[in-house]
């Protein structure tokens, strides 16, 4: 049977279905016996984290060739492999973060056991979104992951921010979702295809499609390019990004600032220079007005922002300008230079999400919530405060830490390809962004008169968390020194999506 | 002195090593750590100077010494190519000897985290090592931008008053802003020739307008640093502001960072677009050169004379270079090198008094010499030296780059020339109000320097003399590398001519006529031969 045979490439979703179930079997039983009601989370993510070693072993024994499966339904290829990777890796990460976390607020009886679980269900979205070769396949991955955030957003009960976000986050994700069924149904509309193979080779040779199913392709791409641009968040459609990052629960901010930016943007590769290549000259201008506008927004939104997770928001959608710079490119060095720049980007928010997790303030026991919140941290947590504050420099893009050299590649993509005004402003901009930065390295290293320090020095950080943050901060210190591995991964990808 | 072992290696890796060891130490133990640290930095002197006695002087057939190359990102052609002339192993040398002397400095003013501060220090010293000696643009450019993040913490931390925090703000923006124009520079070059190596782009030719693109990048950069009067306002901050070892770092080798960079890349890989923009950079020289002498006249910081004072000096070394003389040159590295003792020194100095009373304003001092006799002995001599009294180190380097810059442009010269009576009315004002004069009654505590306060003043007086009057063995390491940019800057080879020749006769030769190699009216080369028969 061509199906039974086809599902051994399904393995690592077939497992994680099941393991999610039992996740959840497990939660409503331990909740229902057990006499303290945080019980049920503890237990739940811890074994959310064991299943998740298991995962990573069948992920690498999957069959290794290139294929496509089910009716072309699904494809599997080395891209869909690194990215499937590059997402179980960080989330292992983020749930060992997680075991302190969850430890830590368990006592405002917020967290139950489904929070780990509507992680999984959002991560089997993200492996059906990366390996999707069907329109379809697509909109179902992307709907079950966003469902999943949606409810994550908004979880925090009790607290009306939380609330607030999650709606938001709601009411734009459902239109982006709209928007982007809205361009499938055109495409199926004109052409009778929603296969990526199928419209690939349907628009190979564009002289001779008719005008009007021409503009209609162009028209649905454009919708489809626009849904996905608004999931990343790229300016001009990110007005969702930093009320729901603000308002939701810190762990969950870190969750999706990180996880989902690597399937959705997979997928943004893929469409845009497989299916569309033959529309470059539209979206390459289209890519890089996005990136130009996300590299105002992002500056300039953080400027004098004050809260902790709304700067970081727009900071990501700078981040984001420079990867879309990258990809406008139209070239292999950009798919290359936007892979490495997510790589390490993604790193580096999540040593900065775990450092930002592993403080309490010391009157209400929440965590950090104002960039005023890091003062005098270099006089109490030295180590700590001297990784964060790498970790800053690296986001400014100083040398020789990592961020320094994805955005030199970036510059040096864009520079090759000619764009040598886009280049000029992305540093420029980076000069911008590189205020903030430095302003929240000023508070936590240069602030020791008032002396009041707002976060809790009582216990050291815990094991969970150092163990992360050493390990993300040894990347962003050390890439430095052989930048080569990564960069080799990257290109066997980008060469990967053009075979 | 005939080594097989590369000390190159050696010399940049043992600032890490020390920064190991010290990172071990507990900051508990207070002693330990100042005695340790003290140690392993007198010990990197000690292995830098490994350089200066196993360098070949007179070597014309490869110019960068101890070469090693370690590959590093192969995509893209890049690796860590190092390689040392005789200009930057004096730099290294007054980096590594300049450390000791922070930490012996900043031993009992520096009151909380000594630990991580003397980490800091060895932290710039290693990367300073590496700016110094590789030879590939995209390091030069990584390691030129990392030391802003050190430098960044030790002003902000460390600095004595809450306009630290501004000041650093001021120091970090205005260079990072200068630098990513170098950045892009860098990448266009890479884009044209599908190199950074310094050693393979000295050989590649650049199209005119190319050239004053990529030159003005990097003059961007470079002019921050030097710095020239528009864009020198961080630099009097960030002095002002920063704990004296601060000072003294950014005093002895930070400012010679943008002279360095235009001496070792604007000029010999741009030739044309340096000659193209040569009275530009003449005329905002001489400008900084008058503003910030007649700026300091009227300072009330002490530190804020030097630091004026030190604009006023490296624009007069960029006045030397652009000079397009083999003396010119010469003299600005003398200049330099000569800067980094004097200056440092006299931050040292105000350092010393600031730890006794408290302030840097002058009015608060006077009559120093009644009970600080020795200090008023080094301060006189380190301010004779700030104004380039023959006999002093700085003296040497002023008259070449006057010798040098008088064949580019005599009307220039003369402007800058008023610096040297300019300098001598503030180094000679500033000691007459602070050493000299009735005692102030505001001073309570009479103590001259300490034990330790008198070894490394003493010191630094010692070597301005020293060098001012064996200036030779400095400048006949200089011979190959500056006659090496003399003849890039005007076409003419150097195997040809210098190898023949001894550095007398062409250092005598360079006095008289400075315009040696070119004859100023037809713009062809003199064969060397005739010029060496017309000298007899």
């Not at chain 1, 607020?105 to 679980?117: H, I, K, Q, T």
């Not at chain 1, 499938?184 to 040779?205: A, E, H, K, P, V």
């Not at chain 1, 902790?308 to 981040?319: D, E, F």
């Not at chain 2, 604009?311 to 070394?317: P, Q, R």
Request: proline fraction near 3%; charge should be neutral; hydrophobic fraction near 50%.
């Amino acid at each position: 049977m061509n199906f039974l045979n086809d599902l051994i490439f399904f393995l690592p979703e077939i497992y994680m279905c099941f393991g999610l179930m039992f996740v959840l079997i497990n939660g409503v039983y331990v909740q229902k016996y057990s006499s303290i009601a945080t019980e049920s989370i503890k237990y739940s993510s811890k074994y959310t984290l064991g299943m998740l070693f298991p995962l990573l072993a069948l992920l690498f024994f999957q069959p290794k060739y290139d294929s496509a499966l089910i009716n072309a339904l699904f494809i599997n290829n080395q891209v869909a492999f690194f990215s499937k990777l590059f997402v179980v890796v960080l989330f292992l990460s983020l749930s060992i973060s997680f075991l302190s976390y969850y430890k830590s607020e368990s006592s405002n009886l917020n967290f139950g056991y489904e929070y780990p679980v509507l992680m999984l269900l959002a991560l089997v979205g993200m492996f059906f979104l990366i390996s999707s070769n069907d329109f379809l396949i697509l909109f179902l991955g992307i709907e079950l992951q966003s469902l999943s955030l949606y409810v994550l957003a908004a979880s925090k009960k009790n607290t009306i921010t939380s609330l607030e976000s999650g709606l938001k986050y709601f009411v734009l994700g459902a239109f982006s979702s709209g928007i982007i069924l809205f361009g499938i149904s055109f495409l199926y509309g004109s052409t009778g295809m929603t296969n990526f193979n199928d419209l690939r080779y349907f628009l190979l040779n564009l002289d001779t499609l008719e005008e009007s199913t021409f503009y209609i392709c162009l028209i649905s791409f454009s919708f489809i390019l626009v849904g996905l641009l608004f999931k990343l968040p790229a300016a001009p459609f990110h007005s969702w990004a930093p009320d729901v990052y603000t308002g939701s629960p810190t762990a969950i901010t870190a969750f999706f600032s990180i996880i989902p930016k690597i399937a959705i943007f997979t997928v943004l590769i893929k469409l845009v220079y497989t299916i569309f290549l033959c529309f470059n000259q539209y979206w390459s201008f289209f890519l890089l007005a996005c990136s130009i506008a996300s590299f105002v927004i992002g500056s300039l939104g953080a400027l004098y922002n004050t809260n902790l997770k709304r700067l970081m928001a727009y900071g990501t959608i700078n981040h984001i300008g420079f990867m879309l710079l990258a990809l406008s490119t139209v070239s292999v060095e950009g798919v290359q230079a936007s892979l490495f720049y997510l790589t390490i980007y993604l790193t580096l928010n999540l040593n900065f999400f775990t450092i930002l997790l592993s403080f309490r303030k010391i009157d209400d026991k929440r965590v950090l919530f104002s960039i005023a919140d890091f003062s005098t941290l270099f006089y109490k947590e030295p180590v700590i405060a001297v990784l964060l504050i790498f970790n800053l420099f690296s986001m400014a893009g100083i040398p020789p830490l990592s961020g320094f050299f994805s955005k030199f590649y970036v510059v040096y993509c864009s520079m090759n390809s000619g764009m040598i005004f886009a280049s000029l402003f992305a540093v420029l901009v980076s000069v911008i962004s590189c205020f903030y930065y430095i302003r929240m390295v000023k508070i936590s290293m240069f602030e020791y008169e008032n002396n009041k320090s707002v976060h809790a020095n009582t216990k050291p950080v815990s094991d969970d968390f150092s163990f992360v943050i050493v390990v993300t901060s040894l990347f962003n210190l050390l890439l430095f020194i052989n930048p080569n591995f990564l960069l080799s991964i990257c290109y066997s990808i980008s060469h990967n999506l053009f075979l | 002195m005939n080594m097989n072992i590369n000390v190159l290696p050696i010399v940049i890796l043992a600032p890490l090593v020390s920064m190991i060891h010290i990172f071990l130490i507990s900051s508990d133990q207070l002693s330990l750590l100042k005695r340790k640290s003290l140690e392993h930095s007198i010990i990197v002197f000690i292995i830098s100077l490994l350089l200066y006695t196993s360098y070949d002087r007179y070597n014309f057939e490869d110019l960068f010494q101890f070469s090693f190359d370690i590959g590093w990102i192969n995509f893209i052609n890049l690796s860590f190519t190092y390689g040392v002339d005789g200009i930057s192993i004096f730099f290294i040398i007054l980096t590594s000897f300049l450390i000791p002397i922070c930490i012996i400095s900043s031993w009992e003013s520096i009151k909380y985290r000594f630990k991580e501060f003397v980490l800091y220090l060895f932290l710039i010293e290693f990367l300073l090592f590496n700016v110094f000696s590789v030879l590939d643009l995209i390091l030069f450019y990584a390691f030129f931008e990392s030391v802003l993040i050190p430098m960044f913490i030790i002003i902000g931390v460390w600095g004595s008053r809450n306009r630290r925090i501004y000041a650093s703000y001021q120091f970090f923006l205005y260079t990072f802003l200068g630098s990513v124009f170098m950045l892009l520079g860098i990448i266009y070059i890479y884009y044209i020739t599908g190199s950074t190596d310094y050693r393979y782009l000295l050989t590649v030719d650049f199209l005119p307008k190319v050239q004053i693109f990529l030159w003005f990048s990097f003059f961007m950069s470079f002019a921050v640093k030097i710095p020239i009067v528009p864009l020198h306002t961080w630099l009097p901050e960030a002095h002002v502001e920063a704990p004296t070892a601060g000072s003294v770092l950014l005093a002895g080798v930070l400012l010679k960072l943008g002279a360095y960079g235009l001496l070792r890349f604007s000029l010999p890989l741009f030739p044309y677009a340096t000659h193209y923009f040569t009275p530009l950079v003449l005329t905002i020289s001489v400008i900084s050169v008058v503003y910030s002498s007649l700026t300091t006249l009227r300072q009330v910081d002490l530190k804020k004379v030097i630091a004026y004072s030190s604009v006023a000096h490296m624009n007069l070394v960029t006045i030397g270079i652009f000079s397009h003389t083999y003396v010119g040159i010469n003299g600005g590295i003398a200049l330099m090198l000569s800067h980094g003792i004097v200056s440092s020194g006299l931050f040292l100095c105000v350092g010393v008094i600031y730890d006794r009373y408290g302030t840097r304003l002058i009015k608060y001092y006077g009559g120093l010499i009644n009970f600080m006799p020795s200090y008023g002995i080094i301060f006189v001599i380190l301010s004779l030296a700030n104004m380039g009294l023959p006999g002093t180190s700085s003296f040497v380097g002023e008259m070449l780059i006057f010798l040098g810059g008088y064949r580019i442009n005599s009307f220039a010269l003369f402007l800058a020339c008023t610096s040297v009576i300019f300098s001598a009315a503030y180094s000679v004002w500033l000691c007459n109000r602070i050493m000299f004069g009735p005692i102030n009654p505001k001073i309570q505590r009479y103590s001259d320097l300490n034990e330790r306060e008198n070894t490394y003043l003493y010191l630094m007086a010692f070597l301005v003399i020293f060098f001012g009057f064996y200036t030779d063995s400095v400048m006949e390491y200089f011979h190959v590398p500056s006659t090496f940019v003399y003849c890039l800057l005007t076409n003419f080879f150097v195997q040809d001519a210098i190898t023949l020749y001894s550095i007398d006769e062409i250092l005598a030769y360079c006095i008289i006529k400075p315009n040696f190699f070119i004859d100023l009216q037809s713009g062809m080369p003199i064969d060397f031969l005739m010029a060496k028969h017309n000298l007899k």
